[in-house]
């Protein structure tokens, strides 16, 4: 092999705390680009979310490119695509807020 070719092997998602996924961001985003490795975010003992590459996302989920076009569109046509941040937390806050309404 090459110098600075990788073997291509199928990695194993890792299993990564909440508060490590968000104190190490940044070196888990840059493991993410360049291992293409996935990370499994645990809060609790309970799985959370996953953090994958662009790439490996559009692999194994969306069915062609035509559909995240159809994804694009459609949040570009309801003005999501405009959204500032402070307008997409206090989207978050209220989705939390209700969601602990119905829970409770």
């Given at each position: 092999?090459?110098?600075?070719?990788?073997?291509?092997?199928k990695s194993v998602a890792r299993i990564v705390p909440a508060?490590?996924?968000?104190?190490?961001?940044?070196?888990?985003?840059?493991?993410?680009?360049?291992?293409?490795?996935?990370?499994?975010?645990?809060?609790?003992?309970?799985?959370?979310?996953?953090?994958?590459?662009?790439?490996?996302?559009?692999?194994?989920?969306?069915?062609?490119?035509?559909?995240?076009?159809?994804?694009?569109?459609?949040?570009?046509?309801?003005?999501?695509?405009?959204?500032?941040?402070?307008?997409?937390?206090?989207?978050?806050?209220?989705?939390?807020?209700?969601?602990?309404?119905?829970?409770?």
């Amino acid at each position: 092999m090459a110098r600075g070719q990788r073997k291509a092997t199928k990695s194993v998602a890792r299993i990564v705390p909440a508060l490590t996924a968000r104190t190490q961001l940044d070196q888990i985003l840059r493991r993410v680009k360049q291992n293409k490795e996935r990370f499994y975010v645990d809060r609790r003992g309970e799985p959370q979310a996953v953090i994958m590459s662009f790439e490996d996302y559009l692999k194994n989920f969306i069915e062609s490119h035509l559909d995240l076009a159809k994804v694009r569109h459609a949040a570009k046509a309801k003005g999501l695509n405009r959204m500032t941040p402070r307008e997409i937390n206090r989207e978050i806050r209220k989705y939390r807020q209700e969601r602990h309404a119905k829970n409770v």
